[in-house]
């Protein structure tokens, strides 16, 4: 059972626009959220993150908003570059102080078109 | 270079083979894990490593056999492995925050890439 779900596989966005990822997840224990990114051949980097008493959190072009009713979070990127172009994955974990294991998403492809 | 290092960056193997992946970092971090990436799946974890000890086993199968000499080096030894093992393995480090949490989760190694023969 997927704990943590990315529907769309892929996406395409005008460069300047706005992009904006889902992410669902299913158990209501998770209390800190967070996204990464990955480059082809490269391991995922952290991008930004979320704590389940905010929110919304944002950096530079980066927002990440959350919807704990709804048990949603989505990542917004404006304007969109080119160099943001690769898969990002959501990636949630519960509060285990001690041993922190990140539960993750299948991930998003975005492709940012000139 | 993210500070997580992890050789080799391919690797080919029969499926009667013995071989291991090593992963080392150079954070100071006290955890370390094991993840599998197989095509549209969720990154999967297998193992997990707090100060030397293996804290986690996720129902990984025996053939996937870790190693943590000391809070640096994470190996993963692999052997009689199946055609379905193949995938990426990511190796990722975090410095585990008793009275709260690492806010930038996990330091991830470019990973290595695994086909099983």
């Known amino acids: 059972d997927q704990q943590v779900k990315q529907n769309s596989p892929s996406l395409s966005v005008q460069e300047g626009r706005i992009s904006i990822l889902n992410c669902d997840y299913t158990?209501?224990?998770?209390?800190?959220f967070l996204w990464y990114k990955k480059y082809p051949a490269e391991g995922p980097t952290f991008l930004i993150s979320?704590?389940?008493?905010?929110d919304k959190n944002e950096d530079g072009r980066f927002t990440v908003f959350l919807n704990k009713s709804a048990k949603h979070l989505s990542l917004h990127i404006v304007p969109s570059q080119p160099g943001d172009s690769a898969v990002y994955f959501c990636?949630?974990?519960?509060?285990?102080?001690?041993?922190?294991?990140?539960?993750f998403g299948t991930g998003t492809r975005l492709t940012i078109i000139p | 270079e993210t500070g997580v290092t992890q050789t080799p960056r391919h690797l080919v193997m029969g499926m009667t083979n013995k071989k291991s992946l090593k992963c080392e970092q150079h954070?100071?971090?006290?955890?370390m894990y094991w993840y599998k990436q197989s095509a549209k799946k969720p990154l999967e974890l297998m193992f997990v490593?707090?100060?030397?000890?293996?804290?986690e086993n996720n129902s990984v199968p025996s053939r996937f056999s870790p190693e943590c000499p000391n809070s640096s080096h994470l190996f993963l030894h692999l052997h009689t492995l199946q055609p379905e093992d193949s995938a990426l393995y990511l190796c990722?480090?975090?410095?585990?925050?008793?009275?709260?949490?690492?806010?930038?989760?996990?330091?991830f190694g470019s990973g290595t890439r695994l086909t099983v023969v």
């Open positions: 490593y707090n100060f030397k000890e293996q804290t």
């Open positions: 990722a480090s975090s410095q585990e925050v008793f009275q709260g949490r690492s806010t930038r989760g996990y330091t």
């Open positions: 990636a949630a974990s519960v509060p285990d102080f001690g041993n922190e294991k990140l539960t």
């Open positions: 158990n209501s224990m998770f209390d800190y």
């Open positions: 979320i704590s389940s008493i905010k």
């Open positions: 954070l100071g971090h006290n955890a």
